[in-house]
């Protein structure tokens, strides 16, 4: 297989019958990143049409744009709208290789990654693999509810709403139908809230609409949050604006409480309460994921990876890790920096910028975070926003919070689409259609019936 010279790669392939993955000969050092999220995609970013090769390996063949995920789950945005495929995004980058592989060890002595498709040599390993959900351990929570970390979390969310919704016109046993309408969230942070008011809004616009035989009354959504507080991370005016904004939206906020026990139909507290629900999210928290082979000792709280304050993983030369799953410890930030994009994407351009130095004998500067705010919305038309001295809400904060979700969605075919749902549903409170397509049936179902 031949392929034109482009930079000084030499593209002719290495592909033998082996159990490598087939990747172009080069003699350019070779960047392995291993996660196309908004770290890893910063670092291609900056690495393109530069003097070496880089191979980026996903388990997915799409970058996942999180923040909106929520609304896929609430049917206000169909799901193409927010992933995008790698192979678009580096469309051109003719220093820039994809590979659909999900990465299963690391073999640091080698130099080598063990993937699910075969192996890929590196000489810098760059580990951007994000987190997933943490149910700290509570079988029956994470067998029974739903999590929301990628685009399939949201479509279950999506049929299993709109299946319980239809089962509750189908039976005739009142606790039966409480059950199926009732909805409860874990997770007082920017995913719970955005979900409740999403949720909320759905309840008082497209409830009377699409089931009319249903008072409004039937849908309850419930937050529950372990602290006393919503939007912990942000200021006290955007906590308890966003209190208020949920309160008023109808959303039963429950703070100081935390689950204890879900078996599918009841959600059990810890305080003892009891609430009927067959629709239960999981936001309460991440952990760390990444392949084997790194050593224990530097894998630190939320199961992260330490790392120094170049982001290289401490203990090995030409490893490192940004974005969610990087711990960069410091006396300033003792837990690292925080799980939110901008990290990430700080971390992956930093990166960059520092494996170019590397390379080229030249000194690296450590990594410094630049804190541009936090923002989050409650429904449509209010959000809270932080940013530096200035904290506000309202309108204002929501239209802001509108154009810099559009602006960092991947790919203009993408943002014209959010934007055109987002006109539409701005005057019309209409939402993409809800259709059930396929059959969906929580995990614990699954385990135990056939398809
Ligand atoms: C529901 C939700 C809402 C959020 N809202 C906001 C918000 O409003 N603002 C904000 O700033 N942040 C928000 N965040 C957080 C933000 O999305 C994350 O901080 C960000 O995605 C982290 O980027 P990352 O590149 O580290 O990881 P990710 O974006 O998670 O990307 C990791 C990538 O690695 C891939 N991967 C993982 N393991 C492997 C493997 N073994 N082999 C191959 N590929 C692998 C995955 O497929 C994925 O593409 C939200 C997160 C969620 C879940």
Redesign the pocket.
């Known amino acids: 297989m031949k392929e034109k010279q482009t930079h000084s790669i030499t593209l002719e392939s290495t592909c033998k019958i082996t159990d490598e993955i087939c990747l172009p000969d080069t003699k350019l050092p070779r960047v392995v990143i291993?996660?196309?999220?908004?770290?890893?995609?910063a670092l291609v970013e900056k690495l393109k049409h530069k003097e070496v090769q880089v191979v980026l390996?996903?388990?997915?063949n799409?970058?996942?744009f999180?923040?909106?995920?929520?609304q896929v789950a609430t049917s206000a945005l169909e799901p193409d709208s927010i992933v995008f495929p790698f192979r678009k995004q580096i469309n051109g980058y003719k220093n820039v290789f994809f590979r659909l592989?999900?990465?299963?060890e690391i073999q640091p002595d080698s130099n080598t990654i063990l993937?699910n498709k075969g192996s890929v040599s590196y000489d810098y390993l760059v580990l951007?693999?994000?987190?997933t959900t943490n149910f700290f351990g509570m079988d029956s929570v994470a067998e029974n509810s739903l999590g929301?970390?990628?685009i399939r979390d949201s479509l279950n969310i999506r049929h299993m709403m709109l299946q319980n919704l239809e089962q509750a016109a189908i039976t005739c046993d009142d606790k039966e139908r409480d059950a199926l309408t009732n909805f409860v969230i874990v997770g007082g942070g920017?995913?719970g809230v955005?979900?409740a008011g999403a949720l909320a809004e759905f309840c008082k616009y497209i409830l009377p609409k699409d089931y009319p035989e249903y008072p409004s009354s039937i849908m309850n959504i419930y937050l529950i949050e372990a602290i006393d507080e919503l939007l912990s991370t942000m200021s006290d005016k955007a906590s308890s604006k966003t209190l208020k904004y949920l309160e008023d939206l109808n959303v039963k906020v429950l703070l100081n409480e935390a689950v204890s026990n879900y078996d599918g139909k009841e959600v059990t507290t810890i305080s003892g309460k009891t609430i009927l629900a067959k629709n239960l999210i999981w936001?309460a928290g991440?952990k760390g994921?990444?392949?084997n082979g790194i050593d224990e000792k530097h894998i630190v709280r939320g199961n992260r990876i330490k790392t120094d304050a170049n982001l290289k993983v401490e203990g090995y030369e030409n490893i490192f890790a940004?974005?969610?799953?990087?711990a960069l410890i410091s006396e300033e930030r003792p837990k690292g920096h925080?799980?939110?994009?901008?990290?990430?994407i700080q971390q992956?351009k930093y990166l960059g910028n520092s494996i170019l130095n590397l390379i080229n004998n030249k000194p690296t500067q450590p990594f410094e975070y630049k804190d541009k705010g936090?923002?989050?919305t409650v429904g449509k038309r209010k959000a809270v926003a932080d940013l530096g001295k200035f904290k506000f809400a309202g309108y204002f904060a929501w239209l802001l919070w509108s154009v810099v979700?559009l602006m960092a969605i991947s790919g203009f075919r993408n943002r014209l689409m959010v934007g055109f749902n987002w006109a539409v549903s701005y005057f019309t409170y209409e939402k993409s259609n809800r259709l059930i397509i396929r059959n969906f049936k929580p995990k614990s179902l699954i385990n135990n019936t056939e398809e």
């Open positions: 291993v996660g196309g999220g908004f770290a890893g995609l390996l996903d388990k997915n799409f970058h996942q999180q923040p909106l995920l929520y592989a999900e990465v299963e993937t951007a693999t994000g987190t929301m970390k990628d920017p995913a955005e979900m936001t991440v994921q990444f392949p940004i974005g969610d799953i990087a925080p799980q939110v994009a901008q990290a990430a992956g936090a923002l989050a979700h």
